[in-house]
């Protein structure tokens, strides 16, 4: 998996669009661009991923360089329950699951 | 139906004791992985299982082994407990090993110390 690299921590207010920026400049033809995230005290949950177009669902937008050495996870409109450590994730589709986490972006939305 | 379910949720156990993990994966899953994370740390891999055999291994030592039952269920084991070992045990289900990331249910862990 290629190496990814987040800011330790940010914050957000309420209501705002929380931006959340992963340089990835190793990342291969192959590999796809996730992000989890782990709310306190519980086990990291799925939000979005993409290979090279933007990305849209129901949680979140991908936003992706077209050199695919960067990436921007955005919450249109974050809410207090959106505090948590979000993980960007760089790996090739299916095999098994050696998923590397790094420290990821510890999100604090403030009211 | 029921999500990832871990037992355990908390447990303290003392050094050089023994401790079993259980994992209950989601109904219709036959992959199960399990992930150690140390406070202030990403989760880190350790074994995964699919059809009852290892598929794969994290960078652990020896002290550490599993299994998988025929219901997919799955136990992890910690032999000689180091304060070290002190984290948030993960287990995470999929339908099988190729299955893509965005396909991994989380359970909400058990939160092992070490005393």
Request: charged fraction near 15%.
């Amino acid at each position: 998996d290629a190496k990814t690299t987040q800011p330790t921590s940010m914050d957000c207010a309420e209501g705002r669009a929380a931006n959340l920026p992963c340089n990835h400049s190793t990342i291969s033809g192959n590999e796809y661009v996730y992000w989890y995230r782990q709310i306190h005290s519980q086990g990291p949950q799925y939000i979005i991923h993409g290979l090279k177009n933007n990305e849209t669902n129901e949680m979140a937008s991908l936003i992706i360089t077209e050199d695919r050495k960067s990436s921007t996870l955005i919450l249109p409109h974050a809410t207090l329950r959106d505090t948590a450590v979000y993980y960007c994730i760089v790996r090739v589709t299916g095999g098994y699951q050696k998923v590397t986490f790094g420290i990821g972006t510890k999100l604090q939305v403030i009211p | 139906d029921a999500g990832v379910t871990q037992s355990p949720t908390h447990l303290i156990k003392t050094r050089g004791q023994h401790v079993t993990l259980r994992c209950s994966p989601i109904s219709g899953h036959k992959s199960v992985s399990w992930y150690q994370q140390v406070l202030g740390q990403g989760p880190q891999f350790i074994f995964q299982y699919y059809e009852k055999e290892e598929r794969g291994r994290g960078n652990f030592p020896d002290r550490f082994s599993a299994r998988q039952f025929p219901n997919y269920s799955s136990e992890l084991n910690v032999n000689a407990l180091l304060l070290g070992d002190s984290a948030l045990y993960l287990c995470a289900s999929s339908l099988d090993p190729g299955t893509d990331l965005n396909g991994y249910t989380f359970g909400s862990g058990t939160r092992l110390t070490v005393v």
